[in-house]
Each structure stands twice: as C-alpha cells, then as structure tokens.
C-alpha cells in the first residue's frame, strides 16, 4: 500500500474538484463513482472507479455499488487491530483514510410542487448513508467529510501535520450523524405523511441552525434560532429582513405572535404585540387607516413593540410608524418613500414576507420538561362554528362586526382573555388573568368609555355570571362566548337582564 486512499462521492459537487486535486498532491489515491467520477475525470484529476476496487459493476441503476466488502471492509477496519489488518491482507481489502460523502437531494426533490412519489422514493439515498455512517462509526482511524465547509480545514491540517487531529475527526463525525439524522427524519416525515399517520409511535424532527443569538428570554440564558426544513414561507424564520439590528429571542417569539394574529384578517390590518399578547389591534380601508387605529386602542403599551401590517407599508403609514418606539415592523413590503423614512431609525427591524404564501398550517410543538406536546394549530373560526343564541336579543349587524373582529383577537391572547372591541379596533384585552372577571376588570378598564355599546369576547365560557354583570355595567352590548358551562343559564339570565345580546360559538380558545 504505497498510496492513502480517499473515497469521494457527492452530490453536492461544490468545491469538490478544488478539494479533490488538494488530495491528490497530498498523495491520496481518489476512489469515486457515476458523476463524481465523471466531474473529476473532466478536470483532470486521476480517479479510480469503485467497479475497479470492487470487481462488481453497478447495477439497479446505480442502486448497488458501494455496498460491498472491499469498500465497508477498508471504511470499518481498525488500523491497530492486528486480526483486522491480516484480514484485509487476507481479503485484498485496501483500508480508506478520507470519505467524503453527501447524500441525494431528498429535501430539494420533495420541495418541487410536482414531485410524484416514485422520485421522492428514487431520492432515498442507501449507500451514502451507510459510508457515512460506517465512517463515523470508524473516525478514530479515519476522516469523514459531508459538508464542503469542512473541505478546507482538513486540507490545512493534511497538509500542516500529515493528518486531520483526532479532535477535527471527532468533531466531523459527529456532524456527520447529525447529517444523516436529519436526513432520515426528513424521509420518516415524508413517508409518515404519505401513509397518513396522526400519532406515530415514534416523532423525529430536525431543525437547521438559521443564527446564533445574543441570549434567550434574559442575559444569562444561551439561545439559537433554528429553522425548519420545507417549513412554512409565511413565518419569521422565512422573513427576510431588510434593515435595524438582529433580531432577539423574546422579538422573535413577539413577531412571530403578531404575524399569526395578522393571517387572520383578509381587510387592511395591523396588530401591535407586547410580550406575545396583542395590545392593539384595528382594520380600515387603507394600511395607514388601520395602524392609526391599532395605535388608538393602547397608546401606551405599543412603545417598544412589535407591529405587524398585511398591505404595503406607503410613506403615510411610515411617517406614523417614525413617530414611536418600535422594535420591529413586519409588511408584505415597503415602498421606497417608507424604507427612506424608517430606515432613519438603525436599530428598527424592518421585515418582510409574502403574505400570499400562507401555508398549510404547521404542527404546533412545546417542549417541556423530558417531554414534546404536539397539537394542530387552533384554525377555528366563526364560519366552522355551530352559533347559537341563547337570549332573548340577538346582535345588531354593528354588533356582529364588532364580535367577529374580538373573535379573531381572543384565541390569540394569554388565557384567561377577554377582548372588548368595536366594528374596526380593540378597546380593550385583558391577558393571562387566573380567573375570567379578573381578566374582563382589565380589559374593560382599558376601554373605559368606549365600552358604551362595544363588543365583548371570551376565550372560554363564563364559569358564572359575574363576567356579564361587570360588561353590562361598563356599557356593552354585546358578548361573544363558547358557551358550556353547567352554570350557562345565570349567564343568560343575566345579559337577558340588561338586555345584552349573547352569542354562544360552542368552541373554546384557550392559549397557555
């Protein structure tokens, strides 16, 4: 054995023959199959072809050629074990020294919108994997590269010490089971999705690091931002961001928050996000119109929040956005005049994404404490509802906008949630209160007398009628609720009483 041997298989050819021809001068007998073979021989580099190591030629259309003892033999041996080394000898197994293997594009192939089942099932990569795996299995002895990031660390230290360290090995094997990890949970969501299974007994996800940040909730908590592979195109972590400084842990899950409250609107909206809760919320005609209003609904707690608008931001809306504190602002888009005004400010984050791209929706999934809860993300609205009234009046046409708009809001806010609301605006929400009145005093302090004859919604039923007594004394006319409780005939006595209009939807909004 006169010469190393490195065995380089890829699909993702990127730097590939510079690394190959790096190899070569550093005395590396390159190895290669079909189009890595053909790429190289194209450049000039000398390769040997795995039909010649092995004596077996492809077949099943490539499906079979790596799969063999004079290459598992040379990626598995021990290099100090004495029985293994005569066994090579024995065999006339070569050992390998250098892999350097990435997988067919599964994840490209199954992004095409046309994609038929039997080129997703093509793109199931065997024997890459299994180099892969072998090889990190065995990196004691040997490299193992996947990602073309690497290629020029491990020349460097080829050609620095003669040999990758044993701390560059580890490390590179250990990228390589994180590689073929998400790779296999890419194909086990695929497949499981095909068959239709709900709950499998077994739940693999993976993530890509989309950037480090700064720290978590607080400073001294660590923090990364990952993004989903084939994740949705309308969400922050697709956002591109066009101006201000990087985005935080809390603005992230702020943002995130405003835009899902934003999706639910189809008229000219904007939303106003505090510490995920909604503080401001209102529609109109124009952008401009409904940010003036969400404005309107909580002057105060909108400095230093998040605002989310789904038509373009124009100069008008921009002049009014500059006049206030605000993190970040999330749009479709922004006209020039707007990105001159606002990019005034440095540290505003300026955001766009497509809002005609709202996507199926996503699994929703919360981490606790040695455990994954997963459940489908709350889509409910008024047109899936079974409405009933209970009493004896029932809403006004003003009344019924007034109820749909808190409707939208409620089943975004901190439960317990009460959200008082006219036709166009919020006026009132009462977040994240241990107990239902608790919530509702808030909210309707907030709108003080604006709740004459306004809207009020309840994420959850009235355990009693203290809830409709504080709305009735407030002013409002009407109440929008799920209905259920083993007490729901206090309730309706009472808005009976003072001649409220009660709407019972029969699905609750709890959001913990």
Known sequence: MTKKRALISVSDKTGISEFAREL?????EIVSTGGTKK????????????????????ILEGRVK??????????LAKHDDENHQKQLEEHGIQPIQLVCVNLYPFQQTIEKPDVTVADAIENIDIGGPSMLRASAKNHQYLTVVTDPEDYETVISELKSEGKTSAETRRKLAAKVFRHTAAYDALIAEYMTTLVGEETPEKLTVTYELKQPLRYGENPHQQAAFYKKPLGSTFSIASAIQLHGKELSYNNINDADAALQIVKEFSEPAAVAVKHMNPCGIGTGKTGFEAFSKAFAADPVSIFGGIIALNREVDGETARKLHEIFLEIVI?????????????????????????????????KLTTIEGGLLVQE?????????DITIPTKRKPTEAEWESLKLGWKVVKHVKSNAIVVSSQDMTLGIGAGQMNRVGAAEIALKQAGKKAQGAGLASDAFFPMDDTVEAAAKAGITAIIQPGGSIRDADSIKKADEYGIAMVFTGIRHFKH
Do not use: C, W
Not at 335 to 358: C, H, M
């Open 377 to 385: 993300q709350d889509r409910f609205s008024l047109e899936d509802a």
């Open 331 to 363: 749009a479709p888009s922004f006209s020039e005049e707007a990105l001159s005004i606002l990019t005034g400010k440095k540290n505003l984050r300026l955001l766009t994404i497509p809002f005609d791209e709202v996507n199926k929706p996503e699994m």
């Open 39 to 58: 790429t190289l021989q194209e450049q000039g580099i000398p390769v040997v072809g795995v039909s010649d190591v092995t004596g077996f030629p492809e």
């Open 66 to 75: 790596t799969l063999n003892p004079y290459i598992h033999g040379g990626l």
């Open 24 to 28: 070569v001068h550093l005395g590396f």
